[in-house]
């Protein structure tokens, strides 16, 4: 009794002088979530897989094309988005958000689908090449717009700034590719 008695005494003297924290009750999922309004939840759980699929067609690239040009390009986009796609998905963990793709099955502008991929691998020289920077166009396009709202719209700091670094890299790659066709 008299040991809860002291732990309450100690409680109220750290909170009335100023030492005790005030974290917000909850499991730390929820917690995490606090910090993220819709716009960042649905951001982060459409770029991280248009990012990953992005990626895994920018690397059948070195199999499947004969252009230099469209093979150097691919190399290019699939290495800066995947140092992005790191970083994306930390955030999407820091948010407490599940890694599984929300969006599987979904066509939407700048997606690469998985039919898209199976295309893709059926697809040599020419044919790949046409439809590679197609789909990776989109896909830097797309970027740029969904990184212009999540940094109007999001609340989350950290996920505003990397949607900066996310619609830039789609302007750089944009404007890289322009140059394969």
Do not use: Y
């Not at 750290?14 to 005790?20: D, E, R, S, V």
């Not at 917000?24 to 979530?33: D, H, L, M, S, V």
């Not at 697809?123 to 920077?133: E, H, I, N, S, W």
Request: contains cysteine; aromatic residues 2%.
């Amino acid at each position: 009794m008299r040991r809860r008695a002291l732990g309450a005494v100690a409680v109220v003297a750290l909170t009335m002088g100023g030492c005790a924290t005030t974290a917000p009750a909850g499991p730390p999922a929820a917690i995490a979530q606090a910090a993220f309004n819709p716009t960042d939840v649905a951001w982060l759980q459409l770029v991280v897989p248009m990012t990953e699929n992005a990626v895994t067609a920018a690397r059948l690239a070195p199999d499947h094309t004969a252009s230099a040009a469209v093979r150097s390009a691919a190399d290019a986009c699939a290495g800066s988005q995947e140092r992005l796609l790191a970083r994306l998905r930390a955030v999407r963990d820091r948010a407490g958000l599940p890694a599984s793709d929300v969006h599987s099955g979904h066509r939407m502008p700048g997606m690469v689908t998985a039919a898209d991929l199976v295309a893709l691998r059926g697809d040599r020289d020419a044919g790949f090449d046409r439809r590679l920077v197609a789909l990776l166009r989109a896909h830097a396009a797309q970027l740029v717009v969904l990184a212009g709202r999540e940094q109007a719209s999001g609340a989350d700091a950290e996920t505003r700034e990397l949607a900066r670094e996310v619609g830039a890299e789609g302007t750089r790659e944009s404007e890289l590719l322009s140059k394969t066709a």
